[in-house]
């Protein structure tokens, strides 16, 4: 499966810095023939030890990683959902992904000028999320409006619908989120195909690298009280070292004191906002993680794979990826006990090793 995050933020924030940096690490497009990739869309693999190791206790010839897509969307301006700037093409193409990474600047450069004269996060995050609710409620609003004839013809699904519009428009007014607004998941369905760009998981990118206690306060107060999911990683740095060798790169870091991996941080946490997991088949021929929903059964991961997987599932087995690595082998896994049957009930988990038998 193949699932988007849209880089977005204010001008001169490090938005393109940061796909450039995420682009250098992207793997070929041709082992991934189900996404179209253009300048502004990269494939990225996500970084994950066991994939290296697995490989390495099979001994396969090739390794293919779990992905995530990154795409690269213009800079917003205030007033964009009155058409500011590139304004109705920045928020369609928010529309379009699965997920937000919401690039916030905190660091200084005379050379790079900010769109608001000074470096001040927590306020470009306000006008930011101001302008993607702003487009929210014109949505809403306008849907109301299309709704009532619906509603006067007692379709039971249109009155649930508009009574979850007049809630999200009483919110909107206060200028928060959707994501803040205790939906139901029937609440939820009923908006769905309205596709909120305020309901989308959203992931702040601190740009620069810094410690919890290092932001500024408002940033660190709004995290904290909102529980936002966030990294710190420094842009510029990460486009520099992207094509680096994972050691040369931490000679880097150390050289740098750039503390963290913050690209890898950023994709791995862009993985979790998505509700994804990884699990893995190995053998010689071929490791490669697979990409599903946190959830998904054992036909449903199958599916991942091929279709028949799940249409004529019947059985598959099952070994956690530390279990098989300790164990060292299949065959000592097997005598051990560690590898599972399981039935198209079985919910899949992160790490699980599977084959599946049809």
């Known amino acids: 499966m193949s699932l988007s995050i849209g880089i977005v933020g204010l001008p001169n924030v490090g938005k393109s810095t940061l796909f450039n940096a995420l682009t250098g690490r992207s793997v070929p497009a041709e082992n991934y023939p189900f996404c179209t990739i253009d300048p502004s869309v990269g494939i990225v693999p996500v970084p994950d030890e066991r994939l290296t190791q697995l490989a390495g206790l099979?001994?396969?010839?090739?390794?293919?990683?779990?992905?995530?897509?990154?795409?690269?969307?213009?800079?917003?301006?205030?007033?964009?959902?009155?058409?500011?700037?590139?304004?109705?093409?920045?928020?369609?193409?928010?529309?379009?992904?699965?997920?937000?990474?919401?690039?916030?600047r905190v660091f200084e450069n005379g050379d790079v000028t900010h769109v608001h004269g000074t470096i001040n996060p927590f306020r470009d995050i306000e006008v930011v999320n101001l302008e993607l609710v702003l487009a929210d409620h014109?949505?809403?609003?306008?849907?109301?409006?299309?709704?009532?004839?619906?509603?006067r013809s007692g379709d039971k699904g249109a009155?649930?619908?508009?009574?979850?519009?007049?809630?999200?428009?009483?919110?909107?007014?206060?200028?928060?989120?959707?994501?803040?607004?205790?939906?139901?998941?029937?609440?939820?369905?009923?908006?769905?195909?309205?596709?909120?760009?305020?309901?989308?998981?959203?992931?702040?990118?601190?740009?620069?690298?810094?410690?919890?206690?290092?932001?500024?306060?408002?940033?660190?107060?709004?995290?904290?009280?909102?529980?936002?999911?966030?990294?710190?990683?420094?842009s510029a740095f990460e486009k520099d070292v992207a094509n680096f060798t994972p050691d040369d790169r931490a000679l880097a870091r150390q050289e740098f004191g750039v503390s963290s991996a913050g690209l890898d941080a950023l994709i791995q946490k862009g993985y979790e906002i998505l509700g994804l997991i990884t699990f893995f088949t190995t053998g010689p021929d071929e490791t490669r993680g697979w990409t599903i929903p946190r959830g998904g059964t054992a036909p449903e991961a199958g599916a991942a794979i091929h279709t028949d997987f799940r249409d004529k599932f019947i059985r598959a087995e099952v070994i956690a990826a530390a279990d098989l690595l300790a164990a060292g082998s299949y065959a000592v896994a097997r005598e051990q006990g560690l590898v599972r049957t399981e039935g198209r009930d079985y919910i899949v988990k992160d790490g699980d090793v599977i084959e599946f038998k049809i």
């Open 58 to 104: 099979s001994q396969s010839a090739k390794v293919i990683p779990a992905v995530v897509e990154f795409t690269d969307i213009a800079g917003l301006v205030a007033g964009a959902s009155e058409g500011e700037g590139l304004g109705n093409q920045f928020l369609s193409h928010i529309r379009e992904v699965d997920a937000i990474a919401e690039v916030v």
């Open 138 to 151: 014109q949505v809403v609003a306008k849907r109301r409006t299309s709704i009532e004839r619906e509603v």
């Open 159 to 234: 009155r649930t619908e508009q009574a979850v519009l007049e809630k999200l428009e009483r919110h909107f007014d206060g200028g928060k989120l959707a994501r803040a607004f205790p939906l139901s998941d029937e609440e939820r369905a009923a908006v769905k195909h309205l596709n909120l760009l305020t309901l989308k998981p959203i992931l702040y990118v601190v740009n620069r690298s810094v410690e919890k206690e290092e932001l500024p306060d408002a940033l660190r107060d709004f995290f904290e009280a909102s529980g936002a999911a966030w990294v710190s990683l420094d």
